[in-house]
Each structure stands twice: as C-alpha cells, then as structure tokens.
C-alpha cells in the first residue's frame, strides 16, 4: 500500500484543515488507518485511527472535540478534519495503514506509512 497525504497548510489559531489520505497500489480493504504527527524535537506521535470498517475511531486527548477521522473505501481515502486549531498543532502529518485490529494507537503496529504534509498554526 503507498499512502500519499495532502491538505495542509498555514493556518491561524482557531482556524481549520482537512487532510486527505490515499492509497494507491491496493486498496484500504481490511486495513485500520491512522493519523499520526510530528513536530521538531519530538517524537512521533498517535492523533487519531479508524478501524477498517469504520465503527470504531480512536483519537489522542488534546484533539478529542475538534478533531475528526473518517474513511470512504470505495474511494480508498481517509481524511483528518481538523477544527479550532491551536499552535502546538504544529507538525508533520502522516497517515498509515495496519491490519491490526487491536492497539491501534501503537505507531509499532502499523506496516504502511505515507510522507507527510506540514500542518502549521500561528498564533
């Protein structure tokens, strides 16, 4: 699976991004996807999963309430909605794909991961 992410940008505080993810190679079918997000200095680190059905969404605290993940398979796509974003929102942002069904907030168990587009809030 090759994963490609795009939708990001310079926005300011408060404001709004929608990233996108697709594949391209094989389809998302039977696979969880995640968002995951880096900022200089720091380590890697989970935002949000969808399981491969799409019943179940997992996301890290500090996005819990402005942050939303979905997936359309037919198109092989998932998207991050981002809303009132804040400053320490900055980072890289890269989407991966697991067939795991479990732990999915693990960036260790996820076997596919896309380059990342870079998320930047001003203050």
């Known amino acids: 699976v090759q994963l490609q992410a795009s939708g990001g940008g310079l926005v300011q505080a408060g404001g709004s991004l929608r990233l996108s993810c697709a594949a391209s190679?094989?389809?998302?079918?039977?696979?969880?996807l995640g968002w995951f997000r880096q900022a200089p200095g720091k380590e890697r680190e989970f935002v949000a999963a969808?399981?491969?059905?799409?019943?179940?969404?997992y996301y890290t605290d500090p996005v819990k309430g402005r942050f939303t993940i979905s997936r359309d398979n037919a198109k092989n796509t998932v998207h991050l909605q981002m809303k009132s974003l804040i400053p320490e929102d900055t980072a890289a942002y890269s989407c991966?794909?697991?067939?795991?069904?479990?732990?999915?907030?693990?960036?260790?168990?996820?076997?596919?991961w896309g380059q990342g587009t870079q998320v930047t809030v001003s203050s």
């Open positions: 991966a794909a697991t067939r795991a069904t479990e732990n999915l907030m693990d960036r260790y168990v996820y076997d596919y």
């Open positions: 969808i399981s491969w059905t799409g019943f179940r969404s």
């Open positions: 190679g094989r389809t998302f079918s039977g696979y969880a």
